[in-house]
């Protein structure tokens, strides 16, 4: 019987407000609440409660048969108490159902693991307990922000208990072997690596509105026969939770996809599987050697959409070199504002690429330009920087 694993990924961003040179010194708030309250709102009202009561539905109908992961970040949960505690409490009510696995990840959607293992480690925890305190859950597999990889990641979450870790699974790495199966990282014992499904995943998160696609339209039951039909152990569909309402329009079609899916699914005798089920039921078919990190973002998988350009490089070797200083500060306001600002999405904003790279960025960004959001975020960290020296 073939296997299904559902894994969507949450996260909202704090945007920071324009902020000036002449601001420096004088204003301690970086960020533009009233710009992240609206967008919550509206991923709220667009994605976040139609697709939550959509899946809380599928569960209803498929009972125990029907079951998914999600991963949702720290800064968004936060963002949920203070702004929209009614859409966390729809999330803690999927929870209680059982039938919905919280994967870890880093709590501020940070690139901490590629800068700071002590701070990847503290942000690790911190996300931890944060999925312990709402979802009564400890995750047991781990998603890295942009779902970056590679072996010595491996190595180290399996130090920390977990015993799956999700990776890209890249064609260039898998020397023809399918992405259907579980791999191990060449230095580990116990954690295995989960393959995202690229093209299957692809094929409704970048083709599903694509007139000139020759599958084009894609319907639910075509999907659950292309599943069906791949080879491999377990098919890994991952995609952004957001995809659902943002990045494809309610009249897309979208919801109407993903509430029929489970049901076409389960008409051919495809399993669903957690990410953590799996792991514990499949064995191990190879070794997925990454020796330098790759990620799922961009054309090039790799780590140049947060840090291709000097703008890029100078705002995390700046991020950084404050990590002493603000740790050792023990002020957790400083230290809360100081760990924000590592959020990924800061950096990639900043990316100069151009083309479709180019064109997700525009669609994602608040700044006019990667040169302005540079320009606001310096000075944000120059502002950080005077605070921490006015600690020592």
Known sequence: MKNVCLYFNLHQPNRLKPYTFFEIGTDHFYEDDKLNKDFLDKISTDCYLPMNALMMENIQKLGPDFKFCLSISGTLIE??????????????????????????????HSLAYLHSVDEFERQVKKHTAKIEEHFGQTPKV????????????????????????????????????SYNHL?????????????????????????????????YPLTADKYAKWIANDTGD?????????????HLSPESGA???????????????????????????????????????????????DLSAWSGNNMQKEALQKLYSLENTVIHSQDPDLIHVWSKLQTADHFYYLNTKIAEDGA????????????SGYIYYMNALADLEITCKEKM
């Open 79 to 108: 963002q949920m108490e203070n702004h929209r505690p009614d859409v966390l409490q729809s999330f803690i009510e999927l929870s209680k159902t059982g039938q919905v696995e919280f994967i870890g990840q880093t709590y501020y």
């Open 234 to 246: 377990c098919v890994n569909i991952f995609m952004p939770y957001e995809t659902f309402g943002q």
């Open 142 to 177: 781990f998603r890295n922000t942009g779902m970056i990889y590679c072996n010595d990641l491996a190595g180290r979450l399996e130090e920390w208990g977990f015993k799956g870790v999700m990776a890209e699974g890249l064609n260039n790495h898998l020397n023809g072997r």
């Open 255 to 301: 919801f109407d996809f993903i509430k029929h899916l489970p049901n076409e699914l389960k008409k051919n005798d495809i399993t669903f599987l957690t990410a953590s089920e799996q792991v514990d039921k499949l064995g191990v078919s190879g070794i997925y050697d990454i020796h330098l990190p790759t990620s799922w973002r961009d054309s090039e998988k």
């Open 360 to 371: 997700t960025r525009d669609y994602l960004s608040p700044y006019e330009s990667p040169y």
């Open 183 to 215: 791999y191990a990282a060449p230095n580990v014992k116990k954690i295995k690596t989960i393959l995202k499904n690229y093209k299957l995943s692809a094929d409704f998160t970048h083709r599903f509105m694509d007139k000139n696609w020759n599958e």
